[in-house]
């Protein structure tokens, strides 16, 4: 393992997919700011003084979507350390009640083969104050704790939580399962080109969910499913 620690910087992300080449599986870039931090969808991500870092993994890579999911699944373990019980929103936002607290952004380098994948994490440590306009409300653990957090002891505790579980942890869809926010909430979601209404069931060992309409039960991987109702918005 490797630190890579910056005051600011552009991206973790984009550096180290800009410098892939240099450096060996399970290096980590964590950064204090980002001038251009970056979320999902090509969204911006704006952070105050929260953690911010991103891990290069160089194996060979079979199922990129298992290795967000696992992540997922140990920064909710580690927040429990905290006494911090969090949920899993499928694909990958880690949700305190209804609120974001930790968003992860998975990229590949790919050239013929993956040469490698970033994984971009912003965990909500210290921030307390949020703009009332973000698409979904967001929570930091500094609002439940009511203390400041070190961010270089969480990055510690994390990385050494996902180094064991990204080559040892084979439960981590039943833990997810356990801990799944979007478990019986009423999605939408398009499906051979018609828009479908049902009921989350579960998380599937490929990483897929399961959703229940009135007629069937439809299995769909990563793509754009709408929660309905009050938690209308698009993942
Ligand atoms: C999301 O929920 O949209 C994903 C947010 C990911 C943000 C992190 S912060 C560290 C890393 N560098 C980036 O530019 N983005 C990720």
């Not at 429990?80 to 499928?90: G, V």
């Amino acid at each position: 393992m490797k630190y890579l620690f910056f005051d600011t910087i552009t991206s973790t992300n984009t550096y180290l997919k800009d410098n892939y080449k240099k450096f060996s599986t399970f290096t980590i870039a964590c950064t204090k700011h980002q001038s251009e931090g970056r979320g999902r969808m090509g969204r911006k991500w704006i952070s105050y003084d929260d953690l911010l870092f991103s891990i290069l993994i160089k194996d060979d890579i079979i199922n990129p979507s298992e290795i967000s999911l696992k992540i997922a699944n140990s920064i909710r373990k580690v927040l429990l350390e905290y006494n911090i019980t969090s949920t899993i929103k499928w694909p990958n936002d880690i949700m305190i009640k209804d609120n974001k607290v930790c968003g992860i952004l998975l990229e590949a380098v790919t050239v013929n083969k993956i040469e490698c994948v970033v994984i971009g994490v912003g965990l909500n440590t210290n921030t307390t104050d949020f703009p009332s306009d973000l698409r979904v409300k967001a929570t930091s653990l500094k609002k439940h704790l009511n203390f400041d957090i070190d961010n270089k002891e969480l990055l510690y505790k994390i990385i050494n939580k996902f180094y064991d579980d990204y080559y040892n942890d084979n439960d981590y869809i039943n833990d997810i399962n356990k801990y799944f926010y979007l478990k019986g909430k009423e999605v939408s979601f398009l499906f051979n080109n018609k828009t479908e209404t049902g009921k989350v069931l579960r998380l599937n060992n490929d990483g897929s969910i399961s959703i229940e309409t009135s007629n069937n039960i439809i299995n769909i991987n990563y793509g754009e499913i709408t929660l309905n109702n009050v938690y209308k918005e698009t993942l």
